[in-house]
């Protein structure tokens, strides 16, 4: 006998439900409670939960502890398990749940189908539903279709995320633009204004188009990425160096500096994801997307091309080599490593015969499961110690402020091979070290 339904209470759009505590779901909850909302988080694994709870967020996100604690001790913020307790009296609910690539790189929608059932259920009288998690063109409009019609039936609104992990807070508190799409406009005002802060440039349009943007916008970054690693081996080639060259280019409004840092090319759990579901959408509709897979491919040929860097600044010789490596995390300011540099460079020095030690200020634990047998340190002066080699993977500001004489000295070489453009190359050829990076000219001892 199914459930009376529940009774349609009024709702408010002061009155919030996210649904998935990953870290856009956890952020947006945090942000909007604080920001004055009564957020209820809905989140179903019971670890996950108990920190919550405990105001401890289950990843590394600067900053999100402190005001995780404050918005839960102000009751702005409840956690809770059960979606008709975190729809009650809920004007918007949110889901942001995970849309994980399946083998081929198609989104795996049954997260978010799974969630928008149950909020759809569980609507109140006037309530909106918004998908906030990464889903193919189309998702929306398809999913809004497919729902029972008729009265009570909760506008579908597409509303995608722009966090990045590290600034996720910030990226919500100042966001540089908002997008909202579906057909029901007044919903869409809604969600609007739920997420605008003072101004915030907002397109409203629709579902396939709002969907089409996230895609576009991660893809176009990666794109950036990967074109300035191809223009880096032509700085190799002919003696210019990368990071003028992309201060010159940068400088160009229309272009911008932003995402022009060569290195070892783009990993975290989006763009990855999100180019080869674009690649994906593009070839199941028809039209050929190469330049997607172009940036895939190169993406991929930067961290090989890497290890020979590595390999051909030990003169050849990587078998027993000791090589100690900077940084796990597929960025610096986050524990992720989805998809992280380091993961394949690891492997394929230690493949090679190399014989690595890492080091990562907060991505260790994560880190350790995924490369067996690699030693972790957590103090790296202690994981430079007797190295042929130091290799920078993620730019983390703490490899920056490392006293490099003393690493020097405790290192069996001063060699330094750096991955992120993020060090001083003029200044650690003055303590006597040989410094090569990606796309400039290598620095030897004066
Ligand atoms: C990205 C998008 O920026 C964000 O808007 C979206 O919501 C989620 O995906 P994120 O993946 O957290 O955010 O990190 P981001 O700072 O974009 O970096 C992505 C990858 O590109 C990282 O591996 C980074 O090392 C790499 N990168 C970034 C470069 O290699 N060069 C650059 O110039 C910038």
Redesign the pocket.
């Known amino acids: 006998m199914p459930s009376a339904p529940l009774a349609l209470s009024t709702c408010s759009d002061q009155t919030v439900c996210v649904i998935g505590a990953g870290y856009?779901g956890l952020t947006t909850a945090v942000g909007l409670a604080e920001d004055g909302r009564q957020v209820r988080l809905l989140e179903i694994d019971e670890a996950r939960l108990q920190l919550l709870r405990e105001g401890r967020a289950p990843i590394h996100e600067p900053g999100l502890d402190e005001v995780l604690t404050r918005v839960l001790r102000a009751g702005h913020l409840e956690v809770v398990q059960d979606i008709t307790e975190g729809m009650a009296g809920a004007g918007i609910a949110i889901t942001a749940v995970g849309t994980p690539p399946t083998v081929d790189g198609e989104a795996d929608l049954r997260q978010v189908e799974r969630a928008l059932a149950q909020a759809t259920e569980a609507a109140g009288e006037g309530a909106v539903v918004v998908i906030k998690s990464t889903v193919p063109p189309g998702t929306t409009a398809r999913l809004a279709a497919g729902r029972r019609r008729g009265h009570g039936t909760p506008p579908l609104v597409m509303c995608?995320?722009?966090?990045?992990?590290?600034?996720?807070l910030e990226?919500l508190r100042r966001p540089a633009r908002l997008v909202v799409g579906g057909d029901d406009r007044q919903a869409c005002a809604r969600v609007a204004e739920l997420f605008s802060r003072g101004g915030t440039p907002t397109h409203i349009t629709d579902s396939t188009s709002a969907e089409l943007v996230?895609y576009g916008?991660?893809s176009f970054?990666?794109l950036?990425?990967s074109f300035?690693?191809e223009l880096a081996q032509l700085c190799e080639a002919t003696g210019a160096d990368i990071e003028s060259v992309a201060d010159g280019i940068g400088a160009d409004p229309r272009i911008g500096r932003?995402?022009?840092?060569?290195?070892?090319?783009?990993?975290?759990?989006?763009?990855p994801k999100?180019v080869r579901a674009l690649e994906n959408v593009a070839a199941y509709h028809g039209p050929s997307f190469w330049m997607l897979q172009a940036a895939i491919d190169v993406n991929a040929q930067q961290r090989r091309r890497f290890v020979g860097k590595v390999a051909s600044a030990l003169g050849g010789a990587v078998e027993d080599s000791r090589i100690a490596v900077l940084g796990l995390a597929?960025?610096p300011g986050?524990d992720?490593m989805r998809?992280?540099?380091s993961i394949d460079i690891i492997r394929y020095l230690a493949d090679l015969g190399a014989v690595v030690t890492a080091t990562d200020p907060v991505a260790i634990e994560r880190a350790t499961p995924l490369l067996p047998g690699i030693a972790m340190l957590a103090d790296p002066y202690a994981c430079v110690t007797g190295a042929d080699a130091v290799v920078i993977v993620?730019?983390w500001a703490e490899f920056r402020g490392l006293d490099w004489d003393r690493v020097g000295r405790l290192a069996s070489r001063r060699l330094v091979v750096d991955g992120?453009n993020c060090l001083d190359g003029r200044e650690l050829a003055r303590l006597g070290y040989t410094y090569v990076s990606v796309g400039r000219r290598s620095q030897t001892p004066d």
Do not use: M, W
């Not at 995608?160 to 996720?168: C, N, S, Y």
């Open positions: 856009v995608p995320e722009f966090l990045r992990e590290g600034t996720a990226d996230k916008s991660n970054l990666a950036k990425i300035i690693n932003g995402f022009l840092n060569a290195g070892l090319g783009y990993g975290g759990s989006c763009f999100d597929f960025k986050t992720d998809q992280a540099a993620t730019e992120r």
